[in-house]
């Protein structure tokens, strides 16, 4: 079994800052991937940030700038700061990691539950 857990949503003002964070526990061997996805209301999920175990990291063009994603590969946890935010951040934020459980076992991809983020005035 694999858990990847999401935390730090909540409610903040545009020009606001938030940091989110995700833990992997489990049944866990190695991960390559990890990264941050959102979905706002009526739109499909979308990829805002990803980071690979070796620490190449790419973005979103809407959010280059303003969000930072990093890990802790000790702690399978990844992070993503966000600051600037604007009303148009406001979505489901998901995160996904890409792992396998076993040597020899394939590379599978997981998914949290899923944290709200709410920038509004």
């Known amino acids: 079994q694999v858990q990847l857990v999401e935390s730090g949503g909540g409610l903040v003002q545009p020009g606001g800052s938030l940091r989110l964070s995700c833990a992997a526990s489990?049944?866990?061997?190695?991960?390559?991937?990890m990264g941050w996805y959102r979905q706002a209301p009526g739109k499909e999920r979308e990829l805002v940030a990803a980071?690979?175990?070796?620490?190449?990291?790419n973005y979103a063009d809407s959010v280059k700038g303003r969000f930072t994603i990093s890990r802790d590969n000790h702690k399978n946890t990844v992070y993503l700061q966000m600051n600037s935010l604007k009303p148009e951040d406001t979505a489901v934020y998901y995160c996904?990691?890409?792992?396998?459980?076993?040597?020899?076992?394939?590379?599978?991809?997981?998914w949290g539950q899923g944290t709200q983020v709410t920038v509004s005035s």
């Open positions: 996904n990691a890409n792992l396998r459980q076993r040597p020899t076992y394939p590379y599978n991809v997981y």
């Open positions: 489990g049944s866990i061997f190695s991960i390559n991937t």
């Open positions: 980071a690979t175990s070796g620490g190449s990291t």
